[in-house]
């Protein structure tokens, strides 16, 4: 039997990379210059702090090219509401990793569905697609690649 993993992870060195790349040009920009700008990455969340939220939308955008210069996925990052404080504003951009309950249970349906010559399994945050051809399993592939879901996927652990 055939088979292979569906999920949705980031590769986290590049992250780390592009946040890095994003608080090096903020600092040596002109228009950010004793703004006290920066960026912070800890525990799958990158916060942002600078003077006003025109500064901040600013940073979001350094963010975004810095993160798709990377090859990374941009639905991979949700940013929350603005929050000011006394000194300043900051945003925080949740990362989001891993196939939910909800969407693995619609992935499910939609493989079901369509009457493949497949089963699915939920495993935590994969899905487990196993199938006597591979032939079926590239069928699977491609209807996961013209849907709209709203979390990227990568296809990995396949075995003959």
């Known amino acids: 039997m055939a088979s292979f993993d569906i999920v949705s ?37 990158i916060t942002m702090y600078s003077q006003t939220e025109f500064q901040v939308n600013q940073m979001y955008d350094i963010l975004k090219t810095k993160l798709v210069k990377r090859k990374i996925d941009l639905k991979f990052i949700s940013a929350d509401k603005m929050m000011e404080s006394g000194k300043g504003v900051r945003q925080e951009v949740t990362v989001k990793q891993g196939i939910d309950k909800e969407i693995a249970k619609k992935m499910v349906k939609m493989v079901k569905d369509k009457k493949m010559k497949v089963q699915a399994a939920i495993q935590g945050d994969k899905l487990r697609i196993t199938g006597k051809k591979r032939d079926n399993l590239q069928e699977v592939i491609n209807m996961f690649k013209s849907s709209d879901l709203d979390i990227p996927l990568q296809y990995e652990n396949y075995r003959d």
């Open 9 to 45: 992870e980031i590769n986290m060195h590049e992250l780390t990379n592009a946040v890095d790349q994003a608080n090096k040009e903020v600092t040596t920009r002109f228009d950010f210059k004793g703004t006290d700008s920066n960026y912070e990455f800890k525990d799958d969340v």
